[in-house]
């Protein structure tokens, strides 16, 4: 695909879904990684772990600084998704859950991430069409993905 293509992408069938199968979509714009956001995110969870919420013990570590939580991480493929790829054609649309995650390298406070999505298959199933997507983040000035899932949607096409 080329940088030319207008993102997100907008299918509005199964057909369209069928033709984007093979084709990467981005990369998103840059993510900024700040302590504040992974501090929320360890809230949230409760995985306060000191190597995402204690700057002072994560810089005397080998990392040497705190690193985002994988979750945290993979918890921005929807929205980095919805600016590839968007599914407001469709009557509507539900994140069906992941198969194959992976954190194959930390992501530091202070970095910058983004995403990159593959269509991987298409196909029917009942009550709609189910979209399996690759997708691939990355970490500026990284030299192999930080996190690599595959997603699963569904979407329920209009007027059926």
Known sequence: MTDTVALPVRP???????????TEL??????DVIQQGVDAFA??????QWIH??????AASP??????HGLYSLSLGPAFSYRLLSFDGFAHSLNYGYDKVRFPAPVPV?????????????????GGIQVRSSQAFECEGGDKPVVIAESLARVVEKGA
Not at 12 to 22: A, H, I, K, N, R
Not at 63 to 68: E, Q, S, V
Request: aromatic share 4%; charged share 25%.
């Open 12 to 22: 509005t069938s199964y057909s369209d879904l069928q033709e984007l199968v093979g």
């Open 26 to 31: 981005g990369p998103t714009e840059w993510h």
């Open 43 to 48: 809230e949230v969870t409760g995985d306060d």
């Open 53 to 58: 919420v204690d700057p002072e013990r994560a």
């Open 63 to 68: 990392l040497g600084t705190t690193i985002a």
């Open 110 to 126: 202070g970095s910058r991430v983004r995403m990159r999505l593959t269509v991987v298959a298409v196909e029917q199933v009942s």
